[in-house]
């Protein structure tokens, strides 16, 4: 939330000058709320740019409706900060000049110079002035809406609440603990090639039956950057490794090595060091993870809620056909 006001004044450049108040009765306007127009110019920068940030390309989209839904779903964005906007003129909630001052300096970080960043904002159609005013604009913005999702709280019982309710949401599946030797093959390898990477894993393997140390002929021989920690793997679950791999370890039990897997990295030999069967997460070790996702979850619910208000109390006009 704290870097909204500085996103926005990079991303999406609002019309406060005297030749932005020209475009909008040279292109109309997108909208009105409460009086106040949104011009078609403003909403067809920020859907350029909205475009941009989201990797949308236009003429890639087979239904001409799915264009005009993003476009609305733009201009409803604009039309939230104007109601917001309105809102932190009428209370006086205004930014204070130590943060426009942060917010401007934050924003100049992004540029090579003092005149890149001039030429940026000229190009946008502000001055030096009225680009601040639109990040005091953005900033205030900002505190608005950083004050609306501070009043949402979550307590242990809602914790608690949502541990119980979701017992799916913290199974853990069974895992084991390996070790592994690779002797690296590319998928282009002729036979030859592969004969003479099969004959060497074939001596480790034999080493391995004679009661050769695992971790240290994997240390020594390996070509995985586990080596240097013995070929160790840690634990994971099935479906965290290739196919023959996770096959492989799964099928054996603990202290059991395998013969020679081969995956598209080469070939393996796979030892089992331990084996966790499934279990459920203990509520405390999940305490901190769910608190930050319902805090989340209330923080925009609030916000939700705020707008909600705003527009129920507003007078919106939609002047374009999305």
Known sequence: MKNLAILLAVLIPLSLNSSAQAQVSAYGAAARVNGVEVSNSVLEKSFEEYQRENNVNI????????????????????????????????????????????????????????????????????????????????????????????????????????????????????????????????????????????????SIVDQLANGADFAALATRYSEDSSAAQGGDLGYFHHGQMVQPFDDAAFALKVGETSGIVETVYGLHVIRVEDRQPPQIVPEEMAREQIHDYLLDVKQRQAIRNELSELRAEAEIEILLPL
């Open 59 to 202: 003429a890639a989209i087979r239904y001409p409706n799915r264009v005009k839904e993003m476009k609305r779903d733009v201009l409803e964005h604009l039309i939230d900060q104007e109601l917001v906007w309105q809102t932190v003129q009428a209370k006086k909630l205004f930014a204070s000049a130590e943060e426009i001052d942060a917010s401007l300096q934050e924003i100049r970080s992004h540029f090579d110079s003092e005149d890149r960043f001039l030429t940026r904002i000229t190009i946008d159609g502000f001055t030096p002035e009225s680009y601040r005013a639109y990040v005091r604009r953005t900033a205030s913005v900002a505190n608005y809406m950083q004050n609306i999702s501070a009043s949402a709280t979550v307590s242990s019982g809602d914790v608690n609440e949502f541990y119980v309710n979701n017992p799916d949401k913290f199974q853990m599946p069974e895992t084991v603990k390996v070790r592994h030797i690779l002797l690296k093959v590319h998928p282009s390898a002729n036979e030859q090639s592969r004969a003479t990477v099969r004959e060497k894993m074939d």
